[in-house]
């Protein structure tokens, strides 16, 4: 395989890595699994985590942590409904929380059925709520959302200021949003995170929005490559992917970059020399 082909090279401050993950366990995921009509329940409205899924959670906590990666992430992007929030604050938030903390609880305790402690949000990076990542739209009573001044009082610590809309005017009874319209969000969602300053970025979303938005990518990879970029996740996954500007979508700026010439000198490399003086370059 040629090198050249096979291996690509970018400035560094055209990329950003984005650690993608899925949400742990639901109870629509249970429900679900005994009967797909389950699904249209409005007994799962905005489904919350299950006691499985709180382990999961717990699991991914330790990992994040003993890896040192909850130390490197800037921004934590989260969808907007109870069980992405709650993977969220649960993996990259602080310990329990506790009356007196100079810092507002990402999570108060028993948010959403939870049966939960508190969760700090000292040590912890921002968080941050975006409708752009959130499940297929529409039909399913599981990815309708509460109204942002309910979760304002659940959730306190996480910014919901991009969220235009109280209610949910996005999820309709009728009409679940397609595949292919899902995919346009996710590219929508992606070029999104080249407005941020952040490089390394935390993403806990769903399933059918990883899926159908990761697809789009890795078609010029080894197809194992392409298998590990957008095969379904698991509950409470979580994948580690870098992505780079090739349009110039991005404004950062290079922050590791040096100049050089300073102080100013004659610099001519000497290849350069010998091609501006062919002849000094053969006497040699």
């Not at 028993?110 to 529409?138: K, M, Q, T, W, Y």
């Not at 990883?210 to 078609?219: D, I, P, V």
Request: proline residues 5%.
């Amino acid at each position: 395989m040629d090198t050249a082909a096979s291996t690509s090279l970018y400035p560094f401050h055209r990329s950003k890595t984005i650690h993608l993950v899925r949400h742990a366990q639901g109870i629509h995921n249970v429900e679900g699994e005994k009967n797909h009509d389950a699904y249209l329940s409005y007994d799962l409205f905005d489904a919350h985590l299950t006691p499985l899924g709180w382990q999961q959670v717990s699991n991914l906590h330790k990992h994040v942590h003993e890896t040192g990666l909850a130390k490197k992430i800037e921004l934590v992007i989260t969808s907007p409904l109870l069980r992405t929030m709650q993977t969220a604050v649960g993996v990259f938030g602080g310990e329990g929380y506790a009356d007196g903390i100079d810092a507002p609880p990402l999570m108060v305790a028993d948010a959403g059925n939870s049966n939960h402690a508190a969760i700090s949000s000292l040590n912890s990076p921002p968080f941050i709520a975006v409708e752009l990542c959130r499940e297929h739209l529409g039909v399913h009573p599981c990815d309708k959302r509460r109204s942002i001044t309910e979760y304002k009082s659940l959730f306190p610590a996480i910014n919901f200021s991009l969220i235009e809309s109280n209610d949910d005017i996005l999820w309709t009874a009728d009409v679940r949003e397609a595949n292919e319209e899902v995919a346009k969000r996710g590219m929508k969602f992606v070029n999104w995170l080249w407005t941020r300053k952040e490089k390394e970025i935390a993403v806990v979303t769903h399933s059918g929005f990883l899926y159908h938005t990761l697809s789009a990518f890795g078609n010029d990879c080894h197809p194992s490559i392409k298998s590990e970029i957008c095969t379904h996740f698991a509950n409470c996954e979580l994948r580690s992917m870098v992505i780079v500007d090739r349009s110039m979508i991005g404004s950062d700026a290079p922050t590791t970059n040096y100049p050089g010439k300073i102080p100013s000198g004659l610099d001519l490399p000497s290849d350069v020399a010998a091609e501006k003086h062919p002849k000094q370059g053969a006497s040699q």
